[in-house]
């Protein structure tokens, strides 16, 4: 059973760097949490370094710029790393061939298609219909909120052609505001359970976690061998990726989980206790809200 804390200076001076989660952690997919943005700025006042590390499928410079929108303080945060930019490498190396058929929503998700500078010759990305495609890339469903099944035509061909699907989110569901959408990693979930083959780069899989080392890397101030927290609502995303890189998680049980955690301000011990049991993933800590 994880500790419960109320307030994340209770544990902040242990770790060097906060891994955190955006969405259903620092906002709601609409605005941003004002406590969550001030807590990751007095962090940064006592010398901690956050790394933004979301499952969004957007380079990062776009979701900076989305974030910003949203009320999250430049100061909040050092550095951004995305699974779009995971996995708009593998992508721009050919993982999935050269013309794909895009899901998504557009103009939103053009950035995805963005020049990406990398080591090797980028090979030239063409969008064609899905049956003109190598491979398929996926940063979202066309309707987030329509039953997933009316892909499973397109799906059965797909796989019956061997091709490779990207999921630049494998995220299942974020709630925006009160409403719940669906995400990529629904539909890389359907697509596997078809008998096809996903590839995955956010949360919990270890290329994003690899990329957000690299960007606190980069920082001036950074040291060798950092002490890591990785903070977030994804139970599946979050938590367990921190659990498999052996890193210490701190779990926002008012996010995706209020309902089973039973969050008001702080988790109900036996419902937080019933609820991981039923998952499998324990977290090193876990509060209401980031505060």
């Not at 949490?33 to 940064?44: E, G, K, L, P, S």
């Not at 699974?83 to 190396?93: E, K, L, Q």
């Not at 219909?129 to 061909?157: K, S």
Request: a negative charge; aromatic letters at 8%.
């Amino acid at each position: 059973m994880p500790s419960i804390i109320t307030n994340f200076t209770e544990i902040s001076d242990q770790y060097d760097v906060a891994f955190v989660d955006l969405w259903g952690c620092m906002h709601n997919g609409i605005t941003a949490f004002a406590d969550a943005v001030t807590a990751m700025q007095d962090y940064r006042k006592r010398g901690g370094v956050v790394v933004l590390v979301t499952n969004s499928p957007r380079p990062w410079d776009s979701v900076a710029k989305q974030i910003s929108g949203m009320g999250v303080a430049d100061d909040a945060w050092d550095a951004i790393a995305t699974s779009g930019d995971s996995a708009r490498a593998a992508m721009f190396r050919g993982i999935v061939g050269e013309k794909v058929y895009f899901m998504g929503e557009m103009p939103r998700d053009e950035d995805f298609f963005k020049p990406l500078s990398i080591s090797e010759n980028p090979v030239e990305i063409q969008r064609v219909p899905l049956d003109q495609a190598e491979g398929i890339v996926c940063c979202g469903p066309f309707d987030t909120q329509a039953d997933l099944d009316v892909n499973r035509a397109d799906f059965l061909y797909a796989k019956t052609k061997g091709l490779k699907l990207l999921c630049a989110n494998p995220d299942i569901i974020v709630d925006r505001g009160e409403s719940r959408e669906w995400c990529a990693g629904a539909l890389a979930a359907l697509y596997t359970e078809m008998g096809g083959e996903s590839l995955y780069f956010g949360k919990p899989h270890p290329p994003i976690y690899d990329l957000a080392r690299r960007r606190y890397a980069a920082l001036t101030a950074a040291v060798p061998e950092p002490r890591i927290i990785a903070i977030g609502d994804g139970i599946r995303t979050d938590i367990l990726g921190g659990q498999m890189e052996d890193i210490d998680t701190l779990f926002i049980t008012g996010g995706l989980a209020a309902q089973e955690t039973k969050t008001d301000q702080s988790p109900d011990e036996i419902a937080l206790s019933t609820y991981l049991k039923k998952e499998k993933v324990t977290p090193t800590h876990s509060i209401g809200f980031l505060r």
